[in-house]
């Protein structure tokens, strides 16, 4: 493992080029409008990022729809594609320390598991890579001259939108089913965190991915979101981010020739721990680990722990002595697992609700304010409140940040009840032995995905998550899995008389 004194070293040296990648050319913004980017770390100033224009975006747009309609990416032979991906994923490890230390820096987040982040977006691309050749489609034969069959086909410009809490891994959601099925794009990343997306436009070319096939235009939501969203020849949208912006995005595209959405916003995501559960340090640990992993800034964090009464103390002090274990420091020390959040609205966003839900009368139980003050950044204890009622905001509002909310229960139909009592419908997680009762859960609980334990899971087991659709204000559409990669293409039927 790295020093402190090396990655200090390596950030020092690091140069932010923040202009557009269009065609596989550095291309500048139009716009002399900036956003300045405040180091979430010690409060200095990081660079002045343009704010973007819809003549960025119509550029890019542009690029991508020549290359779709020429077909050097679209009509290449699907084993080329995916052979070119693969390769690609191989640039993304190659350079894994230039893309940790982009997001390290821009947001905040701990070195050792930003570079843990490339390693799953490198994962994300080999995984949807294996795709390209398998697009399959359907025969039917009702009669001797009759032959139909469906075939999948790309459905030509995607624009996608990335949030900033995981930029790479996020980034390549997106862009690797969206690339594998043949399709151009153009992504948008959060203001906050542009460098590793546009470094990776740059890796992408290198690969051999035709210039214009693979599009960055960094700025903001207003300027560059927007025009994404309203372009007409942008033929579908993928999102991940707030609830709120999702809105926008789907009155856009109904505004703008009805353009197919998938949309991936805030969660609320409850974890339950049934009476029966026989290992409550592991659940505590498990249970921290959802809410303070990247200090609880991710759409499926469990926010909502929802706990039998006959073990709800022993395990909120579990979770407590978890959160006191954690390591706040510098993002660039390797010992660092608890950084700050990705910038001062979030920390002022997050302590605020934290005073509001002590004002309605939860009762904070460790920690609820900011922690290394003196930095300058933007640092926040790890929080649990009890007693918490289920219509306070903070067991309403998709907080995100690293609060935990925790509720008793006496029974199951309580315990669904509880974890139910949300406009969200993302994900959850249940702790209980009994078959029974996790069957119930699975059945009962309206999200998108569930995760049943029996016993702690096994660290070195991984399994790339299957596609789901979320409920509510989660937004819909498919990500992840075969279903995932089918979203980006679309269903064409034949009908051939010979």
């Not at 003549?55 to 084993?79: C, E, I, K, Y």
């Not at 139910?420 to 059945?443: E, F, I, P």
């Amino acid at each position: 493992m790295s020093t402190l004194e090396h990655w200090r070293t390596r950030a020092g040296d690091v140069e932010f080029d923040l202009r557009a990648v269009i065609a596989g050319e550095r291309v500048a913004s139009v716009s002399d409008q900036t956003f300045e980017r405040i180091s979430p770390a010690d409060g200095s100033s990081l660079y002045a990022l343009p704010v973007g224009s819809s003549t960025d975006v119509a550029a890019a747009v542009a690029a991508a729809r020549q290359m779709f309609d020429l077909g050097h990416w679209a009509n290449m032979s699907p084993m080329v594609r995916k052979m070119i991906m693969l390769g690609f994923a191989d640039l993304v490890d190659a350079n894994q320390e230039q893309l940790a230390l982009y997001d390290s820096i821009e947001i905040g987040k701990p070195i050792a598991q930003a570079q843990g982040d490339l390693v799953g977006a490198a994962h994300i691309i080999r995984y949807f890579a294996e795709y390209a050749d398998k697009a399959f489609g359907k025969t039917a034969s009702t009669a001797p001259a009759l032959v139909q069959f469906t075939r999948r086909e790309p459905r030509g410009v995607v624009a996608a939108i990335v949030p900033w809490n995981y930029p790479a891994p996020n980034a390549a959601l997106k862009f690797a089913p969206a690339l594998a099925a043949g399709n151009s794009i153009v992504l948008k990343p959060s203001e906050l965190s542009s460098s590793s997306a546009l470094r990776l436009a740059e890796l992408a070319v290198e690969a051999g991915i035709p210039p214009g096939v693979f599009n960055v235009v960094p700025g903001t939501g207003p300027q560059v979101g927007a025009a994404l969203a309203v372009h007409p020849d942008v033929d579908f949208i993928a999102f991940t981010g707030s609830t709120a912006t999702g809105r926008r995005l789907l009155a856009a595209a109904g505004k703008s020739g009805l353009k197919p959405l998938q949309l991936e916003c805030g969660g609320k995501s409850a974890n339950i721990v049934f009476g029966d559960c026989s290992c409550i340090e592991a659940a505590a640990q498990d249970a921290a680990q959802r809410i303070f992993g990247n200090q609880g800034q991710l759409c499926v964090a469990g926010t909502r722990l929802i706990v039998h009464e006959s073990i709800k103390e022993a395990l909120i002090e579990g979770v407590i002595n978890c959160a006191a274990a954690l390591n706040i420091g510098d993002p660039l020390d390797p010992e660092t697992n608890f950084g700050p959040l990705a910038s001062q609205a979030r920390k002022d966003a997050v302590l605020g609700s934290c005073q509001a839900a002590v004002v309605e009368g939860a009762n904070l139980r460790s920690g609820g304010g900011e922690a290394l003050a003196s930095s300058g950044g933007s640092f926040v204890e790890p929080t649990v409140f009890d007693n918490v009622g289920p219509d306070m905001d903070i067991a309403q509002q998709d907080i995100f940040g690293p609060v935990l909310t925790v509720f008793g229960f006496s029974d199951a139909d309580e315990a669904v009840a509880l974890a139910n009592h949300s406009s969200y419908g993302l994900s959850a997680t249940v702790w209980t032995r009994d078959l029974g009762t996790a069957n119930a859960m699975v059945r009962q609980l309206r999200v998108g995905r569930v995760t049943v334990l029996a016993a702690p899971p096994d660290p070195s087991a991984f399994a790339f998550p299957m596609g789901a659709e979320p409920y509510g204000q989660s937004g819909f559409g498919v990500e992840s899995g075969t279903d995932g990669f089918e979203v980006y293409t679309r269903l064409k039927a034949v009908e051939m008389h010979v």
